[in-house]
Each structure stands twice: as structure tokens, then as C-alpha cells.
């Protein structure tokens, strides 16, 4: 089946610090999401991204499907930032596989 | 508050109880999923309901078992469970073949004791 494989699976930066979080599959795909979970569990859909670039205050994504690889980039991170980052992606309708996520601590 | 609500948010239950998860979106979506998260693994599909019809069970235990009365509600009821299938049940709801993504739930913690 299909692999999505996050990287670094955990991450410390000082406040104010940038960062890039990359998600890599391993076949195509139609649909690509990026999730941010916070630390009481909520999941917050960030970017639906199954190709170019989007951006949304101070994130941004990413998406070469033809090279099978998205990236998230965080800039000017604050506290709040922190929590795990799941991309998603499907080549089916529905049926999105998460990848392991990236654990992001800022701190003060 | 992200339009999908669950309840109740934390659960303990034995292995003979029987228990239900609700999930319910005012978004107009049509379709809702229930997801398992547990600890050090990713996100699990368990199932898929488009227009009140399931569409994919993603080979599920039996003692999990979904209803879907109407687009706007989802329940997941739980029977003689396990300790292992202790979890984050997380809902989410999308319109039709997830365009423009998911909103989840805040989830129910669930510990079977």
C-alpha cells in the first residue's frame, strides 16, 4: 500500500525561529491534506494542498505531486505552534492515509 | 468549536459494557468518518459513510459497530471491548470526495478497562 513518511519526527525551535516539515509517498496521489493537532487532541485541517503552493498567514505549504513530496513551512513560530503536524494524502476518494506526524515544541 | 461535535469527550468502560460515541456537523457535509489514533501509530480509517451510506469499513472488529441515521450524525457503538482498542476516537466530516479537506471532531478518549 502506499507509505507516507514524515520528517524530523520531532522538532524544538526557540520562538521566532522558522521551520520546514516534509511529508514524502510513495505513489501518486489526488488529494493531499496538512493537520495540526494540538496538545488536548484537536484536529485542525491547515492546508488542502493536492498541488502548488498555498499560504495562510504564517504557514505556508507546498505540493510536487509529479515528485511525490510536500513541504509545510512554519515561520516566526510561537507557543501556540506547538503540537503534532500530520499530512494525509489519497489516491482514492475518502480514504486518506495519515503519515506519523512531526512533533513540534516552541519554546518561550 | 469546529462544527463537529463529539461526545462525551472521555470514556471508561469495562470490557462487558456497551457504550455509544456520538459525532454530529452542522457544516452541510455529506460525508463522516470515524478514525482511531493510538499511541505511536498513525491515524487509522475505520469508517466511511457517504449520504448515510457506508462505503468503506476498513476490516473493523465486529464489536466495533457504526449507525448513520442522517448526513448530520454518526454513532459508534462500542460491545465487549478490549483493552487494546483503547484510543482517541476521532470524527470527521467532508463534502464529497474530501474536496477542500476534513473537519474533525475534538475526539473521545476512550479507556477500557
Known amino acids: 500500500g502506499i507509505q507516507v513518511e514524515q520528517s524530523p519526527p520531532d522538532l524544538i525551535l526557540q520562538e521566532g525561529a522558522n521551520s520546514t516539515l516534509r511529508c514524502n509517498f510513495s505513489?501518486?496521489?489526488?488529494?493531499l491534506q496538512w493537520f495540526h493537532q494540538n496538545p488536548w487532541g484537536q484536529l485542525i485541517n491547515l492546508f488542502y494542498?493536492?498541488?502548488g503552493t498555498k499560504q495562510n498567514g504564517r504557514l505556508s505549504a507546498t505540493t510536487v505531486a509529479t515528485e511525490r513530496y510536500s513541504l509545510l513551512y512554519i515561520s516566526s513560530s510561537q507557543t501556540t505552534d506547538s503540537g503534532v503536524y500530520f499530512c494525509?494524502?489519497?489516491?482514492?476518494?475518502?480514504?486518506?492515509?495519515f503519515g506519523t506526524g512531526t512533533r513540534l515544541k516552541v519554546l518561550a | 468549536e469546529t462544527g463537529v461535535t463529539q461526545t462525551p469527550r472521555h470514556l471508561v468502560m469495562g470490557m462487558t459494557n456497551k457504550k455509544s460515541l456520538k459525532c454530529e456537523q452542522h457544516?452541510?457535509?455529506?460525508?463522516m468518518y470515524w478514525y482511531k489514533q493510538s499511541a505511536k501509530k498513525p491515524l487509522e480509517l475505520m469508517f466511511v459513510?457517504?449520504?448515510?451510506?457506508?462505503?468503506e469499513n476498513n476490516s473493523v472488529p465486529s464489536r466495533f459497530s457504526p449507525e448513520c441515521p442522517n448526513s448530520s450524525h454518526l454513532f459508534l457503538h462500542l460491545h465487549t471491548l478490549q483493552p487494546e482498542d483503547s484510543a482517541l476516537y476521532l470524527c470527521?466530516?467532508?463534502?464529497?470526495?474530501?474536496?477542500?479537506?476534513?473537519?474533525f471532531g475534538s475526539g473521545t478518549r476512550l479507556t477500557v478497562v
Open positions: 459513510y457517504n449520504f448515510k451510506e457506508q462505503t
Open positions: 470527521a466530516s467532508s463534502r464529497l470526495g474530501g474536496a477542500d479537506g476534513y473537519t
Open positions: 457544516l452541510g457535509h455529506n460525508a
Open positions: 494542498i493536492p498541488s
Open positions: 494525509a494524502v489519497s489516491f482514492v476518494p475518502y480514504k486518506y492515509i
Open positions: 505513489d501518486s496521489v489526488n488529494n
